[in-house]
Structure formats: structure tokens, C-alpha cells
């Protein structure tokens, strides 16, 4: 029912419906960013329209997944202190870790 309404509101021209889709964005952002900046791999995460927090979130589930992809049976790893690495260990999977 709510589909019918829809196709007829966009064929009379009320409704306009569109995929607002932000990884488009930053992809395209990170690959000018490797090609300009000779990186082997760079990361966007968007932050228009949130929140500091949803901000720190955001950055600790890309750095956690960089992290597990990338550790790849390392022993140690070395890093600096603060919020938005607090945001990292809360979404860390320590499987991927031990593994």
C-alpha cells in the first residue's frame, strides 16, 4: 500500500526519492588522499551532521576494524592515549586479536 502511494506521488511529481549514501563520498575522498599522498590505505569517516560522540564512535569502529584487519599476528602494538582511543577498545573484537 505504501509502495503504490509512493510510485504514484513520484509519478505525479510530489516525491522525489533518493539514496543518500555517504561511503560513495568517502571512498572517493580516500582514494584521492592515497593518490595524492602516496598512502598504501586511508580512511574517511564521516562526521557531517553528528555529534561529538557519534564522532568518537564512528572513528573507534574504523580504527578497531583497520586494527583487526591489519595485525595480522603481531605481538605488540603502540599507541597514544586519549578519547577517541578509549572509542577504539570499546569496539575492539579481541577474537580477531588472539587469533
Partial sequence: MISK???KARENG???IYIKDENA???EL???LEKKYQLKEAIVVPA??????????????????????NINGKKSLGISWGA????????I???????
Fill in 25 to 27: 563520498h568517502t571512498v
Fill in 48 to 69: 557531517a551532521g553528528r555529534d561529538p560522540e557519534m564522532i568518537k564512535h564512528s572513528l573507534g569502529k574504523a580504527a578497531s576494524f583497520y586494527i583487526s584487519k
Fill in 84 to 91: 577517541h582511543w578509549l572509542s577504539l577498545f570499546r569496539n
Fill in 30 to 32: 580516500e582514494h584521492r
Fill in 5 to 7: 502511494l509512493l510510485n
Fill in 14 to 16: 510530489i516525491v522525489e
Fill in 93 to 99: 573484537h579481541m577474537s580477531s586479536i588472539n587469533s
